[in-house]
């Protein structure tokens, strides 16, 4: 019973917070809503990436962003596998090659057209 008005007392309190400051939590709810949409957004576009599709690969300790290419596409549950052949612009010769989940935070779309390609800290 003790646990019970606790709780009533908490609802009325956050009733009473809603009622005398609604801007402070329709911004909170916009705040929910944009980030839902980022989640969304960058969900459906790592789904549309096939082979060929330019992608950015972030180095292993995320100072540095580059530009590579989908080669291979491993279907996979729960996510899909992606071999990405990655540009190196110090040594034309060699191949660099990365394998990383669809869903890797190690991966980005490719920003190039923007010119935004540089540190990790982009994101």
Not at 1 to 16: A, W
Not at 59 to 82: A, I, M, T, Y
Request: aromatic share 4%.
């Amino acid at each position: 019973q003790q646990q019970q008005q606790q709780q009533r007392g908490l609802v009325e309190k956050e009733g009473k917070d809603n009622i005398l400051n609604p801007t402070k939590e329709k911004k909170k709810r916009k705040l929910e809503l944009d980030s839902e949409m980022e989640d969304y957004s960058d969900e459906m576009i790592r789904s549309k990436w096939t082979v060929g599709s330019a992608v950015e690969v972030s180095s292993p300790k995320g100072q540095n962003w580059h530009r590579g290419r989908v080669r291979v596409v491993v279907k996979d549950e729960p996510d899909d596998w992606l071999e990405i052949w990655l540009d190196d612009e110090c040594n034309k010769k060699t191949m660099l090659r990365e394998q990383l989940r669809r869903s890797d935070p190690r991966l980005r779309e490719a920003r190039a057209a923007r010119g935004t390609i540089g540190d990790a800290s982009e994101r």
